[in-house]
């Protein structure tokens, strides 16, 4: 490629992809071809003078790689490789290790662990900073560029060493790749009376789950708790819908960019709306994007309440623009920023839950099993009695419990989250709010 033809072609991009110049700025025309002149001077010299022999479209690829790095922790030049990987891992299946990963404060960090992965299981925690994948050091390493290392051929070992907080040195994870198939919606109940939905992801097919869920449990559901927990977001169209499923007025999200042609509002749809049940959202450090669009027009509606911790806050809008001819190379550059109802923006900022709730288990007193009342005294001996001479409950109501999926009270009180959720939805439903 020659280098006339190279500044034609830089040209023609930097033009194509540029916004029309403020017409209040008095800033002089020529100085935008002065700024594409040094453009072309720069490469001009690093192919010229520099040490090794670097051939012209390298030269190009970096260009733009540095340029999109340099915008924002989401934007990202994707050359074939990754651009395969990404369109692979679009389809819902692929080898990788199931963890979602984005930058904070300039350093490569674990957003959410996904669950039954092998991230998960080996584990990865949502906050982790990764400071080494293999052998390679993550410093100054894109987003991409660390996916691309971490996808392979399921089955195949890699470590990563990670950053975690309060710990005093890092810590070496061995993980053995899996197929990664992400179960977005799972279902539970809890007592008779309270439908528990956990969202990993929000995929396409989300809402039509959800649907399912509540419909099924309508007539014995007084409450629901939505655990957007470790959830790194996914699709916008189906954020919104999930909320139209709870609101019936107003407006979900909106997002404006630096043109007008950017900016869009998605509001409720009365039609939609399954349910006027109390809920309770559960959210935390690893709750990013589509599950920050849901809790905060949740939130902003007054229509549940926000439990847990602050969220990411990762609030733009990324397009993908393929760049060359074959469609085979892109780059993926922020158009917008997303604003709640209320008009406050996720970005940089998150969702601050209403009840602050940390994870871990219920404090509870110790010999707890112990603590009877007179009234309970035979039967608790009773039950003493079977666990010695190994004779076996009736399991009806076990089998029963199983074909629900319930959640057991031994796994609350393993979640002081969910503890703290389940006790501010049994308030909200005393009181019918």
């Not at 630096?258 to 349910?275: P, R, V």
Request: charged share 30%.
């Amino acid at each position: 490629m020659s280098l006339k033809k190279l500044l034609f072609i830089s040209l023609t991009l930097l033009l194509t992809f540029s916004y029309a110049k403020d017409t209040n700025s008095t800033e002089p025309e020529p100085t935008r071809l002065e700024s594409f002149t040094k453009l072309q001077k720069v490469i001009s010299a690093v192919e010229l003078y520099y040490v090794d022999d670097v051939k012209l479209d390298k030269i190009v690829n970096k260009a733009i790689a540095g340029l999109m790095s340099e915008l924002d922790a989401h934007s990202a030049y994707m050359d074939k490789k990754s651009y395969k990987s990404m369109q692979v891992s679009m389809k819902g299946e692929f080898g990788g290790l199931g963890i979602v990963i984005g930058m904070r404060d300039g350093v490569l960090t674990i957003i959410a662990p996904i669950d039954d992965t092998p991230a998960k299981k080996a584990g990865v925690k949502s906050g982790d900073i990764i400071l080494k994948i293999k052998d390679q050091s993550t410093l100054k390493m894109t987003i991409d560029e660390a996916v691309t290392i971490m996808r392979g051929k399921a089955g195949t070992p890699i470590d990563i060493t990670i950053v975690r907080k309060g710990e005093a040195k890092p810590i070496k994870i061995d993980i053995i790749r899996g197929i990664i198939k992400i179960k977005s919606v799972t279902a539970k109940t809890i007592g008779d009376d309270i439908l528990y939905l956990r969202v990993s992801s929000f995929d396409n097919n989300v809402a039509e789950h959800l649907t399912k869920f509540i419909k099924k449990y309508k007539k014995m559901t007084k409450g629901i708790i939505l655990d957007l927990r470790n959830n790194p977001g996914g699709s916008l169209t189906q954020s919104i819908k999930t909320v139209d499923i709870f609101v019936d007025s107003g407006v979900i999200v909106s997002q404006k960019g630096k043109t007008k042609t950017e900016d869009s509002s998605y509001s409720a749809s009365k039609n939609a709306t399954l349910t006027k049940a109390p809920v309770v959202v559960l959210v935390n450090g690893g709750s990013a994007s589509a599950s920050e669009i849901v809790s905060g027009a949740l939130q902003d509606a007054k229509r549940a309440i926000i439990i847990g911790e602050d969220t990411f806050g990762k609030g733009s809008v990324q397009m993908l623009l393929p760049i060359s001819d074959d469609q085979q190379e892109a780059i993926k550059i922020t158009i917008a920023k997303y604003y709640l109802p209320s008009g406050r923006s996720i970005q940089a900022k998150g969702i601050i839950p209403d009840i602050i709730s940390f994870p871990g288990n219920v404090p509870s007193a110790s010999n707890d099993d112990f603590k009877i009342k007179e009234k309970d005294l035979k039967k608790h001996l009773e039950s003493e009695l079977e666990k010695v001479d190994g004779k076996k409950e009736d399991k009806k109501e076990d089998v029963k419990s199983e074909n629900k999926k319930i959640i057991t009270k031994e796994e609350i009180f393993k979640d002081n989250q969910l503890k703290t959720g389940l006790d501010v939805l049994k308030a909200l439903i005393l009181t019918n709010k």
